[in-house]
């Protein structure tokens, strides 16, 4: 297929004519006295204006093989929820100190490559080991096509290695979840019946147990029907943080409705999986070889330090274009 063809079935792939309407919408909005009344709103908006008009300008500039190739690797996020923020959860599989030092590595891995990326972070909440690492972790990634792009992260990493922590220096297989879900600003299908929900708060808390706040200002959201626990401590206030763990849980509602019709939809692919072996989506071998392998699409990298590092772009690449093949 020529550059033309190719360019032409982008055109409709990107969606070139609704991104254009979309940057007029915007750019009205922009014009209103009051656009700036709500801050993070109106600095979500010119992110979202920058990034659509990055792409139009690319496609209409486009000219060679390799910029119509990424050009149609931007083609891959074309779903529904792909354009959306990330929350991404992490939670130590069994193992203790080990399980949770691996999903502490998991979480920086993925800060890391959000900050490569130019995205804004922030920890939602953790829920420190008693010695090193966490149980659990909440973070919030902000940025265009976040959750496209990290959708394929969900699922049970495995890490093979020396123990920092045995002295007898034996290695040691941990394993760790990973969820990835969109943030939905507006849930309208879903509706939260306040029977159906116990809400507790809590004093935020880092390593060991020490406060981070003096009130009780953390929320933990516990959903009685479904048995899905949110918690979010980072917001200043407690009705805050019980408006983004509403959220959170709405979005995680949502995304459980559209798992159920699964073989009609394949927009949020990565169900949940048990924390055990054999279930891993992809393996961290650090002794006795280096090696990192996705086993949905077997691409290897041989240098774990780098993709620990947050390096991960080639993992999701491979794992946009396993979609595409439908395998």
Same mark, same amino acid.
């Given at each position: ?5 190719? $360019?032409?079935?982008? %055109? ?85 100190? +080990? ?57 049970? %990493? ?13 290695? %040691? ?49 516990? %959903? ?10 980072? +917001? ?10 509403? $959220? ?22 990565g169900e949940f999986q048990p924390v055990e072996w054999g279930s891993q989506i992809r393996s961290y ?43």
């Open positions: 297929m020529g550059i033309i063809e190719r $360019k032409d079935k982008l %055109h409709k792939i990107l969606k070139i004519e609704e991104k254009k309407a979309d940057v007029a919408l915007i750019q009205k909005q922009m014009s209103e006295a009051n656009f700036w009344d709500d801050r993070e709103k109106a600095t979500e908006s010119s992110q979202k204006l920058s990034a659509l008009n990055d792409i139009i300008s690319r496609f209409e500039v486009a000219s060679t093989d390799e910029e119509i190739s990424a050009l149609e690797k931007e083609g891959l996020l074309s779903g529904e929820y792909d354009s959306k923020n990330a929350i991404v959860a992490f939670h130590a599989g069994a193992g203790g100190t +080990e399980a949770q030092d691996w999903a502490q590595m998991l979480e920086r891995m993925y800060l890391r490559h959000a900050e490569k990326r130019g995205w804004k972070t922030s920890i939602l909440h953790e829920s420190f080991g008693e010695e090193v690492g966490i149980k659990s972790a909440t973070i919030e990634i902000k940025g265009h096509n976040a959750f496209g792009y990290l959708k394929g992260e969900a699922g049970v %990493h495995r890490l093979v290695r020396i123990s920092p922590y045995d002295a007898d220096k034996a290695r %040691h297989t941990s394993f760790a979840l990973v969820e990835v879900i969109p943030e939905m600003d507006e849930v309208e299908d879903i509706d939260i019946d306040e029977k159906e929900i116990r809400i507790d708060v809590f004093k935020a808390s880092g390593h060991g147990g020490q406060g981070v706040n003096t009130t009780d200002s953390a929320v933990r959201i516990t %959903h009685l029907p479904t048995g899905i626990v949110v918690s979010v401590q980072n +917001e200043r206030s407690q009705l805050q943080n019980r408006e983004m763990a509403l $959220k959170i849980l709405k979005s995680r509602l949502k995304q459980r409705q559209l798992e159920s019709r699964r073989n009609e939809t394949n927009e949020l692919r071998v650090l002794q006795p070889y280096q090696q990192v392998k996705d086993h949905r699409t077997e691409y290897t990298s041989v240098n774990p330090t780098t993709v620990l590092g947050g390096d991960i772009n080639k993992f999701i690449d491979a794992y946009l274009e396993w979609i595409v093949r439908g395998e």
